[in-house]
């Protein structure tokens, strides 16, 4: 069945970039049905979606953190990245990467990757 | 962005129970509506999705009902693995896609 893994450093110093991978196995990223997302949790609150991209490198992002965020795709990886620049602790939190539906056919995210905790600390 | 409530933030109750869990959008979000279950240092597993349909796998005893800004997700009768966290979701509007803060389910 299909599984998605995060992958990257669990600390990043403050103002530096946080990069994140996720490898996606049991299928194939290029699917004409589905975006492929992030979302964090920071240490004991709730859930904000960071954005998402498309096989073709189409991309949506949060626009609170759009100036901040890069995303892309390697098909021939079955992976895709998350770039978030000038970080701060109030970056710190659970990273999770995760499949959701197209902008014609959303269904919320059907499938999630573990999580990966990225502090922000000196 | 749509604004997301949930309420109550905790629910005190026995296996056995029956909860009922709301969600309020800031704006109608039609029946675009997810609900996840969080249990502690795992991922959200999605529930249902377009407010009322259980995600593959999904126990009959989880149903979602609503549709505009008014939600509600209901676990028929708790068992022990339902005690855990709740979140709403809309994707009717996005980016972003908006989460709800949360409904802990405790055991009473």
């Known amino acids: 069945q299909l599984q998605l893994q995060e992958s990257g450093p669990g600390l990043v110093k403050p103002s530096e970039t946080l990069s994140l991978t996720c490898t996606v196995s049991?299928?194939?990223?290029?699917?004409?049905?589905?975006?492929w997302g992030w979302v964090r949790q920071p240490p004991g609150k709730g859930l904000e979606s960071i954005g998402s991209?498309?096989?073709?490198?189409?991309?949506y992002y949060n626009p609170s953190l759009k100036s901040r965020v890069t995303m892309s795709v390697d098909t021939s990886k079955n992976q895709f990245s998350l770039k978030l620049t000038s970080v701060t602790a109030a970056d710190t939190a659970v990273y999770y990467c995760?499949?959701?539906?197209?902008?014609?056919?959303?269904?919320?995210?059907?499938?999630w990757g573990q999580g990966t905790l990225v502090t922000v600390s000196s | 962005e749509i604004v997301m409530t949930q309420s109550p933030a905790t629910l005190s109750l026995s296996p056995g129970e029956r909860a009922t869990l709301s969600c309020r959008a800031s704006?109608?979000?039609?029946?675009?509506l997810a609900w996840y279950q969080q249990k502690v240092g795992q991922a959200p597993r999605l529930l249902i999705y377009?407010?009322?349909t259980r995600a593959t796998g999904i126990p009959a005893r989880f149903s979602g009902s609503g549709s505009g800004t008014e939600f509600t997700l209901t676990i028929s009768s708790l068992q022990s693995e339902d005690f855990a966290l709740y979140y709403c979701?809309?994707?009717?509007?996005?980016?972003?896609?908006?989460f709800g803060g949360g409904t802990k389910v405790e055991i009473k």
């Open positions: 979701q809309q994707y009717h509007n996005w980016p972003p896609f908006t």
């Open positions: 991209v498309y096989y073709s490198g189409s991309t």
């Open positions: 704006q109608s979000v039609s029946s675009s």
């Open positions: 049991g299928g194939s990223i290029i699917s004409t049905n589905h975006y």
């Open positions: 995760a499949r959701h539906g197209t902008p014609w056919v959303t269904t919320g995210f059907d499938c």
């Open positions: 377009d407010a009322s």
